[in-house]
T-cell receptor, first 118, second 113 residues
C-alpha cells in the first residue's frame, strides 16, 4: 500500500458525460501528479500540482482539468467524454517536486481508477 | 527534451534465469532514472532510482540497474527470476528543474516454470 488513495476504483459512463476522479496523496506529500495509462498510448503524464498550484502540464486535453484543494487532495475532471478516454488514470504524490536530488522526489502511485466510456 | 525507449514490449524468461530489461534514455542534461514495476490491477511501485553517485544501483526484490552514460542506458537486471517477478516494468527519466517524469512504454515480463 503506497498510501495514495484514489476513488472510485471503477467508473463506467457514456460518451458526452462528465466525471470526477479523486486522489488523496500520502500524508505530508505536497505534489500530486495525474497520469493516463491506455493500451495505445502507454503511461502519459497529464498534469502536476504542488501545494495547490499547477506546476507542470503534459498531454492533457482541454476537455480535462484538475485542481488541488487546501487539504491537498486533488480532483481530475474529464468532460465531453469520448470512447478513446477509456483508460486507467493514476494519481501519484511526492513530498516535493519531481526531478530533484533528494528522496523527496520519489513518486508514490495510487491503485488507479479504471474509466470505461461506452 | 527527454525521452525513454524500452526495447522489447514482452520478455519471457525461465524461472531461475537472468532477467535483463533494456532502457535507453535521451536527455541533454544529467538525468534522474527510475524503474517502476506494475503488478496486475495495481499501481506502480518504485524498484530503484539513479540520481547521482554510484552508477550501479540496487533496488528491491533483488533487482539492480547500471547507469551507463556513454551508452545512455539504464538496463534492469536480476540474476535469478522468480515467478513473482511477472509484471510490467517501466523505465522513467526525470531531470532537475522539471516537474514530471517521462515513462517508457513498458516491458511485460513473463516467467516460465
Amino acid at each position: 500500500d503506497s498510501g495514495v488513495t484514489q476513488t472510485p476504483k471503477h467508473l463506467i459512463t457514456a460518451t458526452g458525460q462528465r466525471v470526477t476522479l479523486r486522489c488523496s496523496p500520502r500524508s505530508g506529500d505536497l505534489s500530486v501528479y495525474w497520469y493516463q495509462q491506455s493500451l495505445d498510448q502507454g503511461l502519459q503524464f497529464l498534469i502536476q500540482y504542488y501545494n495547490g498550484e499547477e506546476r507542470a502540464k503534459g498531454n492533457i486535453l482541454e476537455r480535462f482539468s484538475a485542481q488541488q484543494f487546501p487539504d491537498l487532495h486533488s480532483e481530475l475532471n474529464l468532460s465531453s467524454l469520448e470512447l478513446g478516454d477509456s483508460a486507467l488514470y493514476f494519481c501519484a504524490s511526492s513530498k516535493g517536486l519531481a526531478g530533484g536530488l533528494s528522496s523527496y522526489n520519489e513518486q508514490f502511485f495510487g491503485p488507479g481508477t479504471r474509466l470505461t466510456v461506452l | 527534451a527527454q525521452s525513454v525507449t524500452q526495447l522489447g514490449s514482452h520478455v519471457s524468461v525461465s524461472e531461475g534465469a537472468l532477467v535483463l530489461l533494456r532502457c535507453n534514455y535521451s536527455s541533454s542534461v544529467p538525468p534522474y532514472l527510475f524503474w517502476y514495476v506494475q503488478y496486475p490491477n495495481q499501481g506502480l511501485q518504485l524498484l530503484l532510482k539513479y540520481t547521482t553517485g554510484a552508477t550501479l544501483v540496487k533496488g528491491i526484490n533483488g533487482f539492480e540497474a547500471e547507469f551507463k552514460k556513454s551508452e545512455t542506458s539504464f538496463h534492469l537486471t536480476k540474476p535469478s527470476a522468480h515467478m513473482s517477478d511477472a509484471a510490467e516494468y517501466f523505465c522513467a527519466v526525470g531531470t532537475s528543474g522539471t516537474y514530471k517524469y517521462i515513462f517508457g512504454t513498458g516491458t511485460r515480463l513473463k516467467v516460465l516454470a
